[in-house]
């Protein structure tokens, strides 16, 4: 915790406070034969993190007294922060994870969340933050599913192609978490027979297994026009952060997509 308070500090210093503290667990594979640490307790381990990055961002000496970390010798960043307080936002998936996001961090990094439930599942979680005391217009929620324009047959082909294989790369080779939360959705059946074309004919099975109307409900591609109105669609569900990729070389027009999509 104390190295990531050091650097997502050093960080807000140089780019005089644009930075956003994003923070996941990740899952045993990556964490355990990448990292070379234990996964669990992955749950507690956020937490304590977050509580102790706070304590680091605002000056405040470092004595912390938790079931994973025991600090007490009462460091400090050897520098004053450029702000005291680091925005934090967690990205987290099932339930318990998603209510200590609303409790403990100023915003949520949701994931495979389909269009049709975004708004229920938004006015869940702030129904936790007011439970948790704070107010929810102080509280940032990202939609979960990227935007891409694609002014082009081509171009949306592209972007639809690559947007199926990376929602069968997730159910069949991401491990468990994303595969449940799939489940938890409402799409099971899809993700089950993505694993299977995964195991019978590879990745590019996989993909082509994927649904269109699963890749509309968890991602968008479109003309600029109708990726304005999926981003209205997104932020009147309560989603205020958006994912936007553009696919345009030209400068020209690139920077007139910006404009509309800025509205």
């Known amino acids: 915790p104390a190295a990531l308070a050091q650097h997502f500090a050093t960080i807000d210093e140089l780019s005089e406070g ?37 304590i680091l961002f605002s000056g405040e000496r470092l004595n ?31 339930p318990r994870s998603v209510q200590m996001t609303a409790e403990i961090s100023d915003g949520w990094l949701p994931i495979m969340i389909p269009m049709d439930r975004l708004k229920e599942e938004i006015d869940q979680v702030n129904d936790w933050v007011r439970e948790a005391g704070k107010d929810p217009a102080d509280f940032t929620i990202r939609a979960p599913g990227g935007v891409t324009v694609a002014n082009s047959p081509e171009a949306q082909a592209r972007a639809r192609a690559g947007q199926a294989g990376t929602l069968a790369f997730y159910c069949a080779r991401m491990g468990e978490f994303y595969y449940r939360q799939l489940s938890r959705q409402g799409y099971e059946d ?40 999926r981003l209205e669609q997104e932020q009147a569900a309560g989603a205020l952060l958006h994912s936007v990729n553009v696919m345009e070389s030209d400068p020209n027009e690139f920077a007139k997509i910006l404009e509309a999509l800025k509205g």
């Open 18 to 54: 644009r930075v956003i503290v994003g923070r996941g667990n990740s899952g045993p594979q990556v964490i355990e034969h990448f990292h070379g640490v234990p996964f669990q307790p992955a749950f507690k381990r956020m937490r304590e993190t977050v509580e102790i990055m706070k």
């Open 64 to 94: 912390y007294d938790g079931d994973l970390f025991k600090l007490q010798r009462g460091f400090t960043l050897r520098f004053d922060t450029y702000r005291k307080q680091l925005p934090i936002y967690l990205a987290t998936l099932n």
């Open 190 to 229: 899809e993700a089950n027979a993505a694993r299977l074309a995964w195991k019978e004919g590879g990745g590019g099975a996989a993909a082509e297994s994927i649904p269109g109307e699963m890749l509309e409900q968890f991602g968008f591609v479109g003309t600029t026009e109708e990726c304005v109105e």
